[in-house]
């Protein structure tokens, strides 16, 4: 597995850009600890993207997040959160 391979190059962390499928497979396997979400300043109409392919059942089946941090980047923002885990 590539991010055992990372890990045991000393790696810590990863950054994951790819599409909603690649984002789903990753949130999947439970190797996500943190995401990093930017908002733009503008409000644009149409039908867009999911940044996550697919959905979940329920509400309380969706990966609940805890917010780290909110950053202002100019007129966009930059959000943080990491992957609260159920126990």
């Known amino acids: ?8 190059s000393g790696f ?3 950054l994951v850009e790819g599409g909603a499928h690649v984002a789903r497979s990753f949130l999947d396997s439970d190797t996500v600890d943190e995401i990093v979400m930017y ?5 644009a109409g149409g039908v867009g993207l999911p940044s ?5 059942p329920t509400i309380s089946d969706a990966h609940p997040l805890v917010f780290t ?7 966009d923002i ?4 990491r992957i609260e885990r159920n126990t």
């Open 12 to 14: 810590t962390s990863v």
């Open 39 to 43: 908002v733009g300043a503008k409000v």
């Open 1 to 8: 597995h590539a991010l055992d391979k990372l890990a045991n």
């Open 78 to 81: 930059k959000i943080t959160a």
């Open 69 to 75: 941090g909110v950053e202002r980047l100019g007129p």
């Open 52 to 56: 996550v392919a697919g959905t979940f």
